[in-house]
């Protein structure tokens, strides 16, 4: 519409050009004409000009017909009887709150969301076969289904443990078969919340302790074993030692060093008494102080 007004703008500003003035008039006819012309030129300029904001791609709508090559942010140049349709490529956030199944058949409720984003090389397949509504048409329902699908392989004890992590992991894995060939990129599934039915989460609880409770024993009963091990050896190494010494020593041993032991006092300038010859042929010490 605004090219057909430039359009009668750039007609009216030719005619008044080669108008020539009647009588007295209160404008110049050329000059309108040059103004009419300006105004005509800027407007066609406007047209032809399309600014693509930062974080979003530019879909060409040629009266129906969708330009396969998107606009990127920045200036761009298009048949001004071109539609551009602004479409944003940014991270977006869907966030879902519903109850999903367990492996057990129990229902818990579960607070997720999806980030994600639209492909920029696919922007305009996406816009041809879906729209601009392609988050509540595409996006929600598959994400809804895949929940669904993936929570009734796990039991619901897993979702306490680290298993979470690798719930979240078949979510992203199963979103990305379903709606990636359409042109949206699957980013993360972070699980915000997740809730059971109390009586089930205290089960649940009560048997996760005893679980931890068990191990805690096993690895006292393991502790306790190797302990009475070490002690084991070291006894066997003490009766070894003894075993060795008790071979080595005999009554010529016992006097020779009973012999160096008395030349050893003989020497010493403290005072006592040393007999030879008392039993077994060792000498008897007697101290002279007492």
């Known amino acids: 519409m605004t090219f057909l007004v430039a359009l009668g703008l750039f007609a009216a ?3 008044l050009l080669f108008m020539k003035p009647q009588g007295r008039t209160s404008g110049n006819p050329k000059t309108v004409g040059v103004i009419a012309l300006l105004i005509a030129t800027g407007i066609v300029v406007f047209q032809w000009v399309k600014v693509v904001p930062a974080g979003n791609v530019g879909v060409v709508d040629f009266f129906g017909k969708v330009s396969e090559k998107t606009l990127k942010p920045g200036i761009n140049f298009v048949n001004p009887f071109a539609r551009v349709i602004i479409m944003s490529v940014k991270t977006q956030e869907v966030k879902e709150t519903t ?8 229902s818990l409720n579960l607070e997720v969301s999806l980030l994600f984003h639209l492909n920029p090389e696919k922007a305009g397949e996406v816009y041809k076969t879906v729209g601009v509504d392609y988050a509540d048409i595409i996006i929600v329902p598959q994400f809804r289904s895949v929940l669904r699908t993936v929570t009734a392989g796990y039991e619901a004890k897993a979702l306490y443990t680290s298993v979470r992590e690798k719930l979240a992991a078949g979510i992203v894995e199963e979103l990305k078969k379903q709606i990636e060939p359409r042109g949206i990129t699957v980013e993360n599934v972070p699980l915000r919340n997740i809730q059971l039915p ?10 996760l302790k005893a679980e931890q409770e068990s191990q805690r024993m096993q690895f006292i009963l393991e502790k306790e074993k190797l302990e009475a091990d070490r002690k084991r050896i070291e006894a066997q190494g003490v009766a070894d030692f003894q075993k060795i010494v008790s071979q080595g020593i005999n009554k010529e041993l016992l006097q020779w060093k009973g012999i160096e032991a008395t030349e050893k006092l003989a020497g010493s300038q403290n005072t006592k008494i040393v007999i030879v010859g008392g039993k077994d042929g060792l000498p008897l010490i007697l101290n002279s102080e007492k």
């Open 99 to 106: 109850t999903v199944p367990t492996q057990e058949g129990l």
């Open 13 to 15: 500003g030719i005619a």
């Open 198 to 207: 109390p009586k089930v989460a205290e089960a649940i609880e009560e048997k």
